[in-house]
């Protein structure tokens, strides 16, 4: 409806520069702050990355659509935005699985944790998973730029994502359907079951300590991840299980996991951390 575009965009623009100035003021504080040059807090300066990357391939074409009227997307554009955010998907659910792990290492382990998180260990880590996600979000574009387009041009959603693109196709190559099969398992379900042991292990730990209020602290450092991993994959799994003809319901989950979460990232994570928040008040006190 025509009438509610500017209202629209007015929300989409509050949310795109709320969520890339928090996410860049979280890694501006990380990297001037000398006692957050610790592996947790560069898996989160990596995190507020990802989230920046997320919300730049989708909000801003999203805005000159809604601005201009103008709602057609090149084919070179399409698959643009797609490879990035396939890319981003990848490296979030790397990462969040890498964050579960350093949590486990800390507390089960703690100490090994500066001999098994060392500095040159988490930055081969970092490598890897940008590595990786660039090359897999490569190979997962040439494969669907392999299937042919015949059912219509038309996009139910507001960017170029999997789901979108796979219904406009006439015919799905074997080999896509293998990738999609082995992408869910190495991406998905592999670390969603690491994260799972991982924190079978850490509160299994926990509920032995005898001290409550190292229980509590315990608690506190793995709460904020508790709380994005459950959102991330909650949306995530409730959006692609919509059913293909409930295109409204699927593009508000796709508005939830491509534009709000990445925002309300770094808000979790600076509320519910001390040493976050404290050089956030000395940074902006500077």
């Known amino acids: 409806d025509t009438r509610y575009k500017p209202l629209i965009s007015i929300l989409f623009f509050f949310i795109y520069v709320v969520g890339v100035l928090v996410n860049s003021s979280i890694i501006t504080v990380i990297c001037l702050d000398v006692q957050l040059h610790k592996p ?58 890498i964050m579960a792990y350093d949590r486990y290492v800390a507390i089960c382990i703690p100490l090994h944790y500066h001999k098994i998180l060392s500095r040159r260990n988490c930055t081969l880590i970092t490598i890897g998973i940008w590595a990786t996600a660039f090359l897999n979000s490569l190979l997962f574009v040439v494969l669907a730029l392999n299937m042919s387009t015949c059912h219509s041009n038309i996009i139910h959603q507001f960017f170029c994502d999997t789901k979108s693109l796979t219904r406009t196709t006439c015919t799905t190559t074997q080999m896509f359907s293998e990738i999609v099969g082995i992408e869910i398992l190495f991406f998905a379900f592999i670390p969603v079951l690491g994260t799972c042991i991982s924190y079978v292990n850490i509160f299994s730990v926990i509920f032995k300590m005898k001290s409550k209020e190292r229980r509590r602290k315990a608690f506190s450092t793995c709460s904020s991840h508790i709380t994005v991993i459950t959102i991330y994959y909650g949306t995530a799994i409730i959006g692609y299980l919509i059913p293909p003809y409930s295109d409204v319901l699927d593009s508000v989950f796709n508005i939830v996991y491509a534009t709000i979460i990445p925002m309300i990232n770094p808000i979790i994570y600076s509320l519910q951390n001390a040493n976050v928040q404290s050089a956030l008040f000395r940074f902006v006190k500077l």
């Not at 809604?66 to 955010?85: A, E, K, M, P, R």
């Open 40 to 97: 947790m807090y560069l898996f989160i300066s990596n995190l507020s990355i990802v989230d920046i990357f997320c919300t730049s391939v989708t909000v801003p074409k999203l805005l000159h659509m809604l601005l201009s009227g103008d709602h057609i997307v090149s084919f070179f554009q399409c698959y643009t935005q797609f490879y990035f955010f396939v890319l981003v998907v990848f490296a979030e659910g790397i990462l969040l699985f």
